[in-house]
Antibody, heavy 113, light 107 residues
Framework: EVQLVESGGGLVQPGASLKLSCVAS????????MSWVRQTPGKTMEWIGD????????NYAPSLKNRFTISRDNAKSTLYLQMSNVRSEDTATYYC??????WGQGVMVTVSS | DIQMTQSPASLSASLGETVSIECLAS??????LAWYQQKPGKSPQLLIY???SLQDGVPSRFSGSGSGTQYSLKINSLESEDAATYFC?????????FGGGTKLELK
């Protein structure tokens, strides 16, 4: 069974950095592109970006690429999202997905002083 | 970016009815469209991919159609468990983009 478990969320101050993790199981992690997607409190969905199965290539939403970085550690079956200089508009639930097919349960990030 | 305009934003229907949800892309997305169902407090579940292919395990009362810029999700014989929010997603051109969602309420 495919499982994706996100962690690392919480309350952070504006301007801070935060790193989310997603541990994958139930499939060969290194065979799949992985993505991050977020959903705002108003339920708007936004694709953040994705990373090739070997970590050699990434794509990002243009509005986020200067502040967000996606990486992976295939040895640990773990996907990461490094968020920097966070803003109030980054408040959302962050989902890890396998090819936009399987989704984790999500992790909440709240940016507030 | 490709804009996805989803309609209606909300929908109320009775058990047993048939409903349709539409997504209009700002340019041709060549059937690279997926539909998701999201229930409150849960993560989205893939229903349809490549416009009309049913994901394994999804009931056959769900169907997708369309081409070019216009796509639709049809739900036949509504059941109580279909109350949810539905999203479309285009993965034809980066950045992938979502529709605004349709909240389906059962009367």
């Amino acid at each position: 069974e495919v499982q994706l478990v996100e962690s690392g969320g919480g309350l952070v101050q504006p301007g801070a950095s935060l790193k989310l993790s997603c541990v994958a199981s139930g499939f060969t992690f290194s065979d799949y592109w992985m993505s991050w997607v977020r959903q705002t409190p108003g339920k708007t969905m936004e694709w953040i970006g994705d990373i090739k199965y070997d970590g050699s290539y990434t794509n990002y939403a243009p509005s986020l690429k200067n502040r967000f970085t996606i990486s992976r550690d295939n040895a640990k079956s773990t996907l990461y999202l490094q968020m920097s200089n966070v803003r109030s508009e980054d408040t959302a639930t962050y989902y890890c997905t396998r090819g936009l097919n399987y989704w984790g349960q999500g992790v909440m990030v709240t940016v507030s002083s | 970016d490709i804009q996805m305009t989803q309609s209606p934003a909300s929908l109320s229907a009775s058990l047993g009815e048939t409903v349709s949800i539409e997504c209009l892309a700002s340019e041709d997305i060549y059937n690279n469209l997926a539909w998701y169902q999201q229930k409150p407090g849960k993560s989205p579940q893939l229903l349809i991919y490549y416009a009309s292919s049913l994901q394994d395990g999804v009931p056959s009362r769900f169907s997708g159609s369309g081409s070019g810029t216009q796509y639709s999700l049809k739900i036949n014989s509504l059941e109580s468990e279909d109350a949810a929010t539905y999203f479309c997603l285009q993965d034809s051109e980066y950045p992938w983009t979502f529709g605004g969602g349709t909240k389906l309420e059962l009367k």
